[in-house]
């Protein structure tokens, strides 16, 4: 499957029919996503991970290009990878890593994970830039910032917030990015975010928030689940660990 074809799944849709993207972590899990009907996948960082016995953030880069190597042979459907920050690998180098596992898509961040700090924003468009000039049209990137997940721009001032994301997703979309992924951003902010911006925005569906439909309709014109689905899968493996326990 192609870039293009994964490009195209994000626009020309209703309000109320988001691209939903499950996140597989494994070959099998990815199997059953695309025999459900799903257009596409979205591997997740934290799924993927927990599958290797890693905690979050901690994969070897081997390992994960590996994971994701196994996920797209597994389907027959366009693969989206979630690359954190790219593991410091040079731009041609990360763009050769991702097109030898099959994957046409890939999560870029902005947020370091080891001080808990946003990159600053001209150093992280530089390096879209560099990806997207060396892919060329043959990936589809999502620039992910962690304004709202790291209480950038103004703590808890939702209105500063809002503005470091459009100044954020106006620098990354001038870079080449193909959509902004603000995480955890409110629902009611995706619409704002989305007009001003000027791409798709990717909205973060859990637990107990708002279905893909309705964050759809919020503005998100692509919806992804974290390693949300992983899981709700591992609490009905531990379910059902305990009855055969007990029972």
Do not use: K
């Amino acid at each position: 499957m192609t870039a293009a074809a994964l490009r195209a799944l994000h626009h020309g849709r209703a309000a109320d029919d988001p691209l939903v993207l499950p996140g597989p972590w494994d070959a099998e899990s990815a199997r059953i996503f695309a025999d459900a009907g799903f257009p596409a996948l979205a591997t997740p960082s934290a799924g993927v991970a927990a599958s290797l016995g890693h905690a979050d953030g901690s994969t070897p880069p081997d390992e994960m290009f590996a994971a994701v190597a196994r996920i797209v042979r597994a389907v027959d459907v366009p693969v989206t990878a979630d690359l954190e920050a790219g593991y410091g690998l040079p731009a041609r180098e990360l763009v050769e890593r991702i097109a030898a596992t099959g994957a046409v898509g890939c999560n870029i961040e902005d947020g370091d994970s080891g001080t808990g700090a946003l990159t600053d924003v001209e150093r992280q468009a530089d390096r879209l830039a560099e990806i997207r000039a060396v892919a060329g049209d043959d990936l589809v990137v999502n620039a992910r910032t962690d304004v709202f997940l790291r209480g950038a721009g103004g703590g808890t001032d939702r209105a500063a917030q809002v503005a470091e994301a459009v100044r954020r997703g106006l620098r990354y979309a001038a870079a080449g990015a193909d959509c902004v992924y603000p995480i955890l951003a409110p629902p009611e902010v995706l619409r704002e975010l989305a007009d001003r911006i000027g791409l798709p925005v990717n909205a973060l569906a859990v637990p107990g928030g708002p279905s893909p439909r309705e964050l759809g309709a919020a503005g998100a014109s692509r919806v992804t689940f974290g390693g949300g689905l992983h899981r709700q899968a591992m609490d009905s493996v531990r379910a059902t660990a305990q009855a055969l326990r007990t029972g």
